[in-house]
Each structure stands twice: as structure tokens, then as C-alpha cells.
């Protein structure tokens, strides 16, 4: 019966499975890490686009009730304008 020892370095080819399980380790463990903060970071720029889709969507609404505020001030000040004018084509003599 042969020793393990007596046909090469029995412990050379363990340090060798050693090194190579601690680089699959390192490895494996490095792309675990690199694809769980793609996924958060991915995650975060979802949440920020949703935000500003929001947002927009907020102000495109406050907008348009300022426009239609500014519009209707404006038909107001020009009826008045308007009655103005007329009373000064007739001679300042409001008519009722």
C-alpha cells in the first residue's frame, strides 16, 4: 500500500482546491454584492422617476388652473374695457 505523501505533495494539491475555492468564493461573492446594489440603485431611480412623473403631473394641473385664473381675469378687464370705451364713444352718458 502506497502513503499519498510518497506519490507527490499530498498537501500542494490541497493549498491548490484551497486557493481555488477561496477565488470562486471571492468571485461569486463580488457579483452577489455588484448585482444586489444594481438592483437597489436600479430601484432608487424607479422611485425618483415615479416622483417626477408625479410632480410634473402636479404642476402640469397647477398650471393650466392658473392659466384658466389669468384668462378669466382677463375677460373680466376687458368687459371693463370695453364698457369704458363704449361710454367714452357716447359722449361719457352712461345708459343703463
Given at each position: 500500500m502506497t502513503n499519498p505523501q510518497d506519490s507527490g505533495n499530498f498537501f500542494a494539491s490541497w493549498g491548490f482546491v484551497e486557493f481555488a475555492v477561496a477565488a470562486a468564493w471571492t468571485v461569486v461573492?463580488?457579483?452577489?454584492?455588484?448585482v444586489y446594489r444594481l438592483t437597489m440603485r436600479v430601484?432608487?431611480?424607479?422611485d425618483g422617476a415615479e416622483l417626477r412623473e408625479v410632480?410634473?403631473?402636479?404642476?402640469?394641473?397647477?398650471?393650466?388652473a392658473a392659466w384658466d385664473r389669468i384668462d378669466n381675469r382677463v375677460a373680466q378687464l376687458t368687459a371693463r374695457l370695453d364698457g369704458v370705451v363704449d361710454r367714452g364713444q357716447n359722449g361719457g352718458i352712461r345708459r343703463y
Open positions: 461573492t463580488g457579483l452577489a454584492g455588484f430601484g432608487m431611480l424607479e410632480n410634473t403631473e402636479r404642476r402640469h394641473k397647477e398650471n393650466l
